[in-house]
């Protein structure tokens, strides 16, 4: 029986559909598949594979977790999830195909029939953020659309990021689709309109990615999302690491997996640019007992 270290942070929302992916491609050839748990503490990587004496590594780096490098691990065939294309070099890394994201939300905020629309990035600068937003943005203007992005101010706290962001989505163009870079950024945008008391969906629609139902369902009103196939990208880093094990020639560099769908919550229900554009009467009465329910 071979052993695989799977080293993840159970706290990320991506934990779970990876380790599926992971465990539906191992169990079918006698894999043992053992999580270390990254979250809490540095691990020691040294002890770590004394103890277990692996015969490969799927290693989680999205969130730095620097003692992952490849020295560490020495000659063992190693596959990273959402190490920086920069950093690869020569290594084996999935990670989301965040260009392909940055269309999905594009097409599916297209479909409202709206004129204006924005991206709001993640409260750190992310590679994959500025992937999402660079791909969003070429295809909201080649609709002939107007684009608008919040340049969030990172050297300060988050308490004024969240002032800055309160000031600039006071100041956007309504009705407008926003594209937030993922659903923490989406619940960050809720709660500012909350405070200013802009209506959700009639002069904001909101689109965010993961789909994490812990934060899509608990806001007013739910949150669409973007989900990504993470079970898709486990299956995909564990066989990697499959052919690696078995000496196959398999091309380095890095690997990616798509989104399957989106989750259409009442953040940007569907109901066409003359609702979005209607201020009283039926509708408008009738989407505020929507958002309400």
């Not at 559909?17 to 598949?33: A, E, F, I, Q, S």
């Not at 540095?42 to 590594?57: A, M, Q, S």
């Not at 490849?70 to 084996?92: E, H, I, Q, T």
């Not at 999935?94 to 594009?106: I, K, P, T």
């Amino acid at each position: 029986m071979k052993t695989v270290l799977f080293f993840v942070s159970s706290t990320r929302h991506s934990c779970f559909g990876r380790l599926d992916g992971v465990l539906r491609y191992g169990t079918k050839r006698g894999w043992h598949v053992q999580v270390v748990e990254l979250a809490f503490h540095k691990v020691d990587v040294r002890e770590t594979l004394k103890f277990w004496n692996p015969d490969g590594i799927i290693a989680e780096c999205g969130s730095g977790a620097g003692e992952l490098n490849r020295r560490a691990f020495g000659m063992l065939p190693v596959v990273y999830f959402d190490l920086d294309p920069k950093r690869c070099k020569g290594g084996m890394a999935v990670r989301l195909d965040s260009e392909g994201v940055g269309r999905m939300a594009a097409k599916e905020l297209l479909s409202l029939g709206l004129d204006n629309f924005a991206f709001v990035p993640f409260r750190l600068p992310m590679r994959w953020g500025k992937e999402r937003a660079r791909a969003f943005e070429t295809d909201i203007k080649a609709a002939g659309k107007n684009h608008f992005q919040f340049k969030r101010p990172y050297a300060v706290s988050l308490v004024e990021q969240r002032e800055a962001l309160e000031k600039w989505l006071k100041d956007l163009p309504k009705p407008c689709g926003i594209f937030a870079s993922n659903d923490y950024v989406s619940e960050e945008v809720v709660t500012a309109a909350a405070r200013l008391k802009i209506a959700i969906p009639s002069q904001l629609a909101i689109i965010g990615v993961d789909n994490d139902e812990q934060i899509c369902e608990s806001t007013n009103p739910p949150l669409t999302s973007i989900m990504p196939d993470f079970a898709d990208g486990g299956y995909l880093a564990a066989q990697l690491l499959g052919r690696m094990m078995e000496s196959r020639s398999v091309k380095s560099g890095v690997h990616t997996f798509g989104a399957s769908c989106v989750i259409r919550r009442k953040s940007t229900r569907h109901i066409g640019k003359s609702a979005f554009a209607a201020k009283t009467g039926v509708v408008a009465r009738g989407l505020d007992f929507i958002q309400t329910d």
